[in-house]
């Protein structure tokens, strides 16, 4: 049975994490409202099987009569029987509303994280996301699922016992009325040092699920350099950060566990005990069935709550899960686009008025006043050395950051007036190392684009020198490429990049090192597809093998920031400054 996810937004607010599971259950208040009224009758046999035990035993007591006792069995073979339909009716609606709600969590932590800037992005570990994606949406759905349904039976219990004993017993009320208190006030002496224990082993959690990403990350670095010692070890101090943590949270939670049900027994040990002194003592006020009744209501009352409190346990995991998942979901570091005009054609002129970007906390700006003009169908080269700001240019290019002075125009338009999300439509860029994701090589070309016939896909193959690759699979395009593009090497994940590129037609190009890291034969296959994809488009261009931008319109050598010099190749080389000597440095000598 499917749900149709509710239209509000989810609201998370880390402060209030009770209130914001509440507001996240009410927006689908049509199956938990009923799930909520259908559990009374579900769970009737927790309260009404003591009443029958009683009568049943007074009845044997007494000697009859045996009708009474066909009466009492009916009552307990229909209180059973319509357990089953109704608790699958309960778990239908009050589950359907509970996995529904974890994938509004997921769908809004991941419309959330394209939302954020990219500065974000780099700062925070991927690893980290996906823990608070996956594992902290988790323990808020085990919440959900086993807290909910032990406060509700035992709101019934509790209900169930009141009313009956105040019927028929009401001089014992007193002695119920010393549970809830006792729970209160064990619970709030957990719940400070409870919050902050699963607060710390969240973050040693998030800790280590980083440590294991960079692992995997530095992968072949670590074993070319012989340091699988030291990424072991990297790992193992994580690891122990995640044992010690989760060691002393499982310690706090056991004390109060044993304490709790050791105090709840006790009470109703003395229960018992009270009710058949009553019993002996004033024959004729309590029968043997009402004591059994009675122990019987204590007991479900005392083990109720023993289990909710041992519940506490994950109820303060998902509680925190709650604050963690509200980090991301409130994160004011946003890239600016909603509201503002929609980019529906672009031409391709680009142009840099007196723009600075300076990176938080930084010390110098990365770029300082940048005055540049590139026009559509330009091919313009950035060079530098590292930190020189190439790729803070880029990254401008594209709308990933925004200047922190000047202003960047769009086909004249100001760049901070327009939703770049929408010119990034017609944008394409080709990386120094591609990434393929998990699916055909098909999918992976026509990512994005819906209907591409497959006249489109063969002629970027084609012009991105990658139609043999293809042909030499065994399933063509439908071939699998692997986690990251695993089964296919650079050369060929970089021709499958630029056929993504070409199927999307764009006006901006940008290519950032895309041949630094290939070899001589597949440098010149891929140098050759990049000719064809820059015709008729603006290319900006990152490199740092100056043999490969000898090419281009216009040559910028930038410096500390600054734009220090501007031409074609001849003639930066004829007026011997910045970019002959990088020019010299790069030339292997004989």
């Not at 509790?158 to 002695?175: D, E, H, K, N, S």
């Not at 204590?298 to 709550?305: K, S, W, Y």
Request: proline fraction near 4%.
């Amino acid at each position: 049975m499917t749900t149709t996810p509710a239209s509000t937004p989810v609201e998370v607010d880390g402060a209030h994490p009770v209130r914001s599971v509440f507001r996240l259950l009410g927006r689908y208040r049509s199956r938990v409202i009923p799930s909520v009224l259908i559990f009374p009758i579900k769970d009737s046999p927790q309260w009404l099987m003591p009443v029958v035990t009683a009568s049943v035993i007074d009845l044997v007591v007494s000697g009859g009569p045996l009708n009474q006792l066909a009466f009492w069995a009916a009552v307990a073979f229909v209180a059973l029987a319509q357990n089953y339909p109704t608790h699958v009716l309960w778990t239908r609606l009050f589950m359907g509303a509970v996995r529904q709600s974890g994938a509004d969590l997921r769908n809004a932590l991941a419309a959330r994280l394209q939302s954020l800037s990219i500065g974000f992005h780099t700062s925070v570990s991927s690893s980290i996301l996906q823990t608070k994606v996956v594992r902290d949406v988790e323990n808020i759905e085990l919440m959900l699922q086993q807290v909910t349904h032990a406060v509700l039976a035992q709101a019934m219990v509790i209900t169930g016992a009141l009313v009956v004993t105040a019927i028929t017993m009401p001089y014992f009320l007193p002695v119920y009325a010393l549970t809830i208190p006792i729970a209160v006030l064990m619970r709030s002496l957990l719940a400070a040092r409870s919050r902050r224990r699963n607060e710390a082993f969240r973050q040693d959690v998030e800790i280590f699920a980083s440590r294991v990403g960079e692992m995997a990350t530095l992968m072949p670095i670590t074993r070319a350099h012989g340091l699988e010692e030291t990424a072991q070890a990297r790992v193992a101090e994580g690891a122990e950060g995640v044992r010690t943590s989760g060691y002393e949270l499982d310690m706090l939670n056991g004390r109060f566990q044993s304490l709790s049900w050791v105090v709840l027994q006790l009470l109703s040990v003395g229960c018992l005990v009270t009710a058949a002194w009553v019993a002996i003592t004033d024959p004729g006020t309590i029968t043997a069935g009402q004591v059994v009744q009675l122990s019987a209501y204590f007991g479900l009352i005392t083990g109720g709550i023993t289990q909710v409190l041992m519940l506490w346990p994950i109820a303060s995991k998902g509680i925190e899960s709650v604050r963690s998942v509200a980090e991301v979901l409130a994160e004011p570091d946003l890239e600016e686009n909603e509201g503002k005009a929609v980019v529906t054609t672009v031409t391709g002129d680009l142009r840099f008025e007196r723009v600075v970007f300076r990176y938080p906390d930084a010390r110098h700006p990365a770029l300082d006043g940048i005055d540049l003009e590139v026009a559509a169908g330009e091919t313009v080269a950035f060079v530098g050395p590292s930190g020189s700001g190439k790729s803070t240019l880029l990254n401008l290019a594209l709308g990933f950051i925004r200047p922190t002075g000047g202003r960047m125009l769009l086909d004249g338009v100001d760049a901070a007036t327009l939703d770049l999300r929408t010119y990034r439509r017609q944008v394409s860029v080709v990386p120094q190392e591609s990434v393929l994701f998990e699916g055909s090589i098909r999918d992976n070309i026509t990512y994005g684009l819906g209907d591409v016939s497959d006249e489109q896909v063969r002629k970027a193959l084609d012009d991105a020198n990658a139609a043999e690759i293809i042909d030499a699979l065994p399933d063509g395009w439908d071939t699998v490429a692997g986690q990251r593009g695993a089964r296919l090497s650079g050369g060929q994940r970089q021709r499958i990049a630029i056929a993504r590129a070409l199927v999307r037609n764009p006006r901006v190009l940008l290519l950032d090192e895309a041949t630094s890291a290939l070899d001589p034969e597949s440098e010149a296959l891929v140098r050759d597809a990049l000719a064809r994809l820059m015709r008729e488009r603006t290319t900006l261009v990152v490199a740092h093998r100056l043999s490969t931008i000898r090419g281009a319109d216009r040559i910028v050598v930038l410096e500390r920031g600054k734009i220090v010099e501007i031409g074609r190749h001849d003639d930066l080389i004829a007026r011997g400054g910045r970019y002959a000597s990088l020019e010299r440095a790069q030339q292997v000598p004989e």
